[in-house]
Structure formats: structure tokens, C-alpha cells
């Protein structure tokens, strides 16, 4: 399925990770992925309908049934599947949770001041990128673009994408084509424009 950028409001391939148009990340940032869960049976499961007439959920015991009393109409309503539909949730208790983030940070060490910018997170890398803007700002390095790479954290793993129009990426001796994502790997140098270097480190985090 077409997946619609909230920034640009381009249509990208369903297989698309960024924007094609603006390199906004498609998949949001900062949220939590759960695993696979199997169908819920009926002892694992709890059932309810949302009234839109009364903003209420009410609870019920049958999940065929063909009508409910409405908690806040204090009416029967029928269970027709539009208006009124049965929902089925899982009943309380503790579901595996696989975290996007804080399993394995990336520091990149600048090769001659050993400055490093630690990266626990997805984010622009830039003269106002969510990450090192102070620093490449505080050196005047003026042909680092405002957002100049990506760097995006999916199942475990780092990627770096080349976002800026203007000024080149090259990533362990490779100039990187705009808005292709390319592996990240422990001891590589990212080159941005010519001007500044980092050495990528990956750590585990405990």
C-alpha cells in the first residue's frame, strides 16, 4: 500500500522507508514495535462496543450478540456492524515488547578534535539537524548542509541516508547516492562535504 508523507504529503512505494521528496522518516520515530501476537481466543479476550451517541464503551458477555443496553443511551441499540459493533481487546496482562531504541547506540568520534556526537535515536545529522548542530555551527563549517544525512535505527540496526541537495556524503571511501539507505558498520569513516570526518562506533547498550 501507497504510503503518504506527513510532511509533504507525497505518495511514496509502500517499500519506500523515507520520503522520496522530502526525507521525512515513514516510520515514526520514537515509538515501540510489538511483536507478533497469535489470534485471541475467547477466554484470552474481553469484548465491548463504543455507543457514538453517547461516547461510551459498555462492556458485554456475548460476542454474538444481536443487540446490548447501551450504558450511556440507557437504551437497546442492535449490533448491526456499523453504527454499533462488537470490538474485541486482550485482557489485561504484561505483552513482549521489542524496543526501536536504546539497544544499540552510534557514536560518531570527529577524526581531529575527537569531539563525539552520540546517537541514541533516529535523526537529521546537520547545521540543524537533531544532531551536531552546535558543533558544526561552532567550527563555521558552512558546507555541512542544515540537514545533511540521516541516520535512521530500525529492528536493531543503524542505517545512514545522504538527504542534502547540495553538498556530498561518503561513507567508508563511497559517495552515497541521495536518499538510498546504506548499512552502518563499526570503524567506517563518514565523510560530510569534504570538510569533517567521523569514525562510527556501535556500542551495546546494557
Not at 485471541?40 to 444481536?66: G, K, N, V, W
Not at 547506540?105 to 535515536?121: A, M, P, S
Not at 555551527?137 to 558552512?142: D, Q, S
Request: charged content about 20%.
Amino acid at each position: 500500500m501507497p504510503i503518504l508523507c506527513k510532511q509533504c504529503g507525497f505518495t511514496n512505494p509502500d517499500h519506500a522507508e523515507i520520503c522520496e521528496i522530502c526525507a521525512e522518516p515513514l516510520n515514526p520515530v520514537g515509538t515501540t514495535l510489538l511483536t507478533a501476537q497469535p489470534a485471541l481466543s475467547e477466554a484470552e479476550s474481553e469484548y465491548y462496543i463504543f455507543c457514538p451517541e453517547s461516547q461510551t464503551r459498555t462492556m458485554i458477555y456475548d460476542p454474538h450478540a444481536e443487540s446490548f443496553f447501551c450504558e450511556g443511551c440507557k437504551i437497546n441499540h442492535p449490533v448491526d456492524g456499523f453504527i454499533w459493533n462488537i470490538e474485541q481487546k486482550q485482557k489485561n496482562k504484561k505483552k513482549p515488547v521489542l524496543s526501536l531504541y536504546h539497544e544499540k547506540k552510534l557514536i560518531l568520534q570527529e577524526l581531529e578534535t575527537g569531539f563525539r556526537i552520540e546517537l541514541d535515536k533516529s535523526g537529521t545529522l546537520g547545521r540543524y539537524g537533531t544532531y551536531g548542530a552546535e558543533f558544526f555551527r561552532e567550527h563555521n563549517m558552512l558546507t555541512v548542509s542544515g540537514e545533511h544525512c540521516l541516520f535512521l535505527y530500525k529492528n536493531c540496526d543503524w542505517t545512514v541516508w545522504h538527504i542534502s541537495r547540495t553538498n556530498p556524503t561518503s561513507y567508508d571511501g563511497k559517495l552515497l547516492p541521495r536518499n538510498i539507505a546504506c548499512p552502518v558498520q563499526n570503524n567506517k569513516i563518514l565523510n560530510l562535504a569534504g570538510t569533517v570526518s567521523f569514525l562510527t562506533i556501535l556500542e551495546s547498550c546494557t
